[in-house]
């Protein structure tokens, strides 16, 4: 299994609402990173997770949380977003020390209205 | 000194033609260059990568050449199919500066399209 597989792919949410997207792999990668890319842009870094601890937070605002329950898993909770937070959140993960491979999902397409 | 350059914003070429895409980079600290890939409604695909240390990488036909000195590399891909249209990012891999650790800097990136 060499996949990075993200739920919802779709999600559409009012800015008062309480959503999560979920991430999960199992190829026993103990790095796990969150991307945001809006249209015709770069994928941009908001988190990293490694061995389960965060190691980065790219100043990302607070309605924006991160969870990872386990190493095959990783969450992102959103809460009271706003409408320019519309994008597609992007997955990745990569083995551990000394690997630079970052294996991509293929996204959550988040609309806020 | 964290940003990657990349050129051209979009290609067109024919099927056949082998389009050239450069990127540019300031940090000596880079120590791994990946090439991704990524088709409308998916997430990025790895590519090709190539190591500072090393002048040309070949799969397939998709080629990366790398010159150190200038801090330059560009992906050549050979006989260019339809179904090579997509969008082309470059990437630098740092490894623990400005208080990152394995953080990936992506370029811009390059539309492709190939017509047949």
């Known amino acids: 299994d060499t996949e990075v597989t993200q739920t919802p792919k779709h999600l559409v949410m009012g800015m008062t609402n309480k959503k999560s997207l979920k991430c999960e792999q199992h190829m026993g990668h103990r790095a796990m990173y969150w991307y945001k890319q809006k249209a015709k842009k770069p994928p941009e870094l908001m988190f990293v997770?490694?061995?389960?601890?965060?190691?980065i937070n790219e100043s990302v605002p607070s309605r924006f949380s991160p969870e990872c329950p386990n190493s095959s898993l990783l969450n992102l909770h959103l809460h009271a977003l706003q409408p320019e937070d519309s994008a597609l959140y992007l997955c990745?993960?990569?083995?551990?020390?000394?690997?630079?491979?970052?294996?991509f999902g293929a996204g959550s397409r988040l609309t806020v209205l | 000194q964290q940003q990657v350059k990349q050129s051209p914003q979009s290609l067109i070429v024919q099927k056949g033609g082998i389009p050239i895409i450069n990127c540019a980079y300031e940090?000596?600290?880079?120590?791994?260059f990946p090439w991704y890939q990524q088709f409308p409604g998916k997430g990025p695909a790895l590519l090709i990568a190539?190591?500072?240390?090393?002048s040309e990488k070949k799969e397939g036909r998709f080629t990366i050449s790398f010159n150190k000195s200038a801090k330059q590399f560009s992906l050549h891909i050979m006989d260019s199919q339809p179904g090579d249209s997509a969008t082309y990012f470059c990437?630098?891999?740092?490894?623990?500066?400005?208080?990152?650790?394995?953080?990936?800097?992506f370029g811009a990136g390059t539309r492709l399209a190939v017509h047949p």
């Open positions: 997770y490694s061995y389960e601890k965060l190691s």
């Open positions: 990745a993960s990569r083995r551990g020390r000394g690997a630079n491979v970052l294996t």
């Open positions: 990437a630098a891999h740092s490894n623990g500066f400005s208080g990152g650790y394995n953080k990936l800097i």
């Open positions: 940090n000596t600290a880079f120590d791994y």
């Open positions: 190539i190591r500072p240390d090393v």
